[in-house]
């Protein structure tokens, strides 16, 4: 495959999907960013992705449909199997990953880049809070829990604490970089 994968972990409330759009913005040739399938109802207030039943995700998992899959806080995500056709053609892929299939992703794609967007704990639960997803007991166990992954000694490491353009301008650099060097 000629083309790169970036992987944006990061806690959730972090802003990975804002630096992501904040990128497809600027960002639309020789760039693909996959939206992931999710085993929740659209709400139109998060994340923009496909939504499956939990039958329909498990068909599609067994059919081989998803590059990669997995499950955090009770759903099930994926992302389909479409996107190594865009690698494949040496576009830039960018995908939101739960870092805990990291491990999964570098042997699939050993030549992925991690990025992990970051903030203050205390920008995190506000913007978890104004989702209106969870009660302050679920967000106050969302944001103790521990991942226990190792990540790749080469993740970059974004902070989105402060203004959008600050954190998605350097999301912006890094792909313009990858993009230079003929992924």
Known sequence: MNGTFVAVVGSSGAGKDSVMAYARDRLQRDVTIVRRVVTRPADGGSEDHDSM?????????????????????????????????????????IANLSRAVLPRLMLRYPNAVVVEVTADPQ?????????GREDAEDIQRRMDRSVGVRMPASTVRIDNSGALEQAGEQFVSLIRDLLRVGV
Not at 123 to 131: D, F, K, P, Q, T
């Open 123 to 131: 920008v995190i639960a506000e913007r978890l809070a104004g989702r």
């Open 53 to 93: 039943t939990m039958d329909q995700f498990v068909a599609a998992e067994t059919e081989g449909r998803f590059a990669l899959s997995w499950e955090a806080h009770g759903l099930r995500y994926g992302l389909p199997i479409g996107l190594e056709e865009d690698l494949h053609a040496g576009r830039v892929v």
